[in-house]
């Protein structure tokens, strides 16, 4: 059975950190785009970053750029999200997603259709 595991949320004061881990199984991660994305309360699902199968080269989205970081490590078939500086507006269920095979770069949102359960972000001003 195909399944992406998120976890690692919790409630954590404002300039804080969380490590978010989205673990495979039944494909290899390293092989599929992997997104992560949030939804804050009351607003749309959007992505905040992924990482590309093909090279590894990552984005991330302009208001988590200088503070969020992904990576994957293959050994463990997972991949990362360090959160660091949290802010308030940080606060989401995040979900971590692949999209199909082919895909011309990480970062096209709408192709993304196969989804984990979400972990929930909470950050206390």
């Known amino acids: 059975e195909v399944q992406l595991q998120a976890s690692g949320g919790g409630l954590v004061q404002a300039g804080g950190s969380l490590r978010l881990s989205c673990a495979a199984s039944g494909l290899i991660a390293d092989d599929y785009d992997i997104g992560w994305f949030r939804q804050a309360p009351g607003k749309e699902r959007e992505g905040v970053s992924c990482?590309?199968?093909?090279?590894?080269?990552?984005y991330l989205i302009d208001s988590v750029r200088s503070r969020f970081t992904i990576s994957r490590d293959n050994s463990v078939n997972t991949v990362y999200l360090q959160m660091n500086l949290l802010k308030a507006e940080d606060t989401a269920v995040y979900y971590c997603a692949t999209q199909p095979l082919g895909a011309r770069n990480c970062a096209n949102w709408i192709r993304y259709d196969f989804w984990g359960q979400g972990t929930l972000v909470t950050v206390s001003s």
């Open positions: 990482i590309d199968s093909r090279d590894d080269s990552t």
